[in-house]
């Protein structure tokens, strides 16, 4: 779902993450009196819609070292062999629930398919928490954690601003515009650029998801609007095809150019210089606190039907910073 085709200017990511474990997380009584957990022997699973390295994983890798931190029995995270494949997803849920969880931290391949997969276990009393993507039916999780796209759009518009000298012109490169990711992503930054009256946004496309095609948009966009100063993508892959047109027409660093998240290839624009910023999503946290909110489920406490996770931005010469090193969706569990 995330590499859909489909001001924060630090990372203060202690504060961050000590904020979002200490809100409704219930954390502190994951112990109980007599110092041992509250949670041995109680089987955590946690099901994603891919097993490649990414959001996804990093998503099951926080929920994974959530989980063995406050002491649950937890499985490593399980997901079809084939990404975003929901039939296939469908039998790994079969099987995981088969093992009878207490719980089970879920991120569905597909909204309604997700949601047909567990409504049987949910009806039985299995509590879900969704991680990334809604659930098209949402009674049927206990809680939802999820970014806020609409904020990541400011976020990247204000750093592209910034970048720019809050004028000039400027354009967004997006894909999928029916896609909510993406229409967040969109509204978020022009919301962003409505703020700064010397900054033109001179257009806003949506080229087909095809490496080639939207490498050829750019181009041709570059050529359109030879004083362009700066352009916003939804995601890395398009960011890696802006930026071959930037190579081409030996604009890398003349046009400043923001993207989203810590993917492998996205660091590597990001180190190179021919991206100059990124919206920081923090997926790990994601799968912490949605073990968070499970906790909360089976210790009787309060539960956070939504919940947000802490965004930021980074630029280029901040990538190889420790702390956000530490948030490379490249780091194993």
Known sequence: MRKMGWSVPAFAVACAVAACGSSDSGGSGAKAAGGGSSFAGKKLSIVMPESVPGYAKQIGCGAYEEGKQLGFDVGR?????????????????????????????????????????????????????AVDVALADPSLAISFVSSSHEQGGKLGGELLAKQIGERGQVLAIGVIPSNPITQGRIKGFKEAMAEFPDI????????????????????????????????????????????????????????????????????????????????????REEGRIAVQQLANKLSGKPVTKSVTAPLSTATNDQINDPAIKALYYSNPC
């Open 77 to 129: 995270p399980q997901a079809p062999s084939k990404s975003q494949d929901a039939a296939e997803q469908a039998q790994v849920l079969q099987s995981v629930l088969a093992r009878n969880p207490a719980g089970l931290i879920f991120s569905a391949a597909d909204p309604q398919a997700g949601g047909v997969a567990i409504k049987p276990a949910v009806s039985k009393g299995l509590p879900v928490v």
């Open 200 to 283: 033109d946004v001179v257009a806003i496309k949506y080229p087909d998801l095809d490496i080639n095609k939207i490498a050829a948009e750019a181009s041709a966009l570059l050529n359109r609007y030879p004083n362009l100063k700066g352009i916003y993508t939804t995601n890395d892959t398009i960011a890696s095809s802006v930026a071959t047109a930037l190579r081409q027409s030996q604009k890398v660093g003349k046009v400043k150019v923001i993207t989203w998240d810590l993917q492998p290839a996205g660091i590597k624009l990001l180190q190179e210089g021919s991206v100059t910023g990124t919206v920081v999503q923090r997926p």
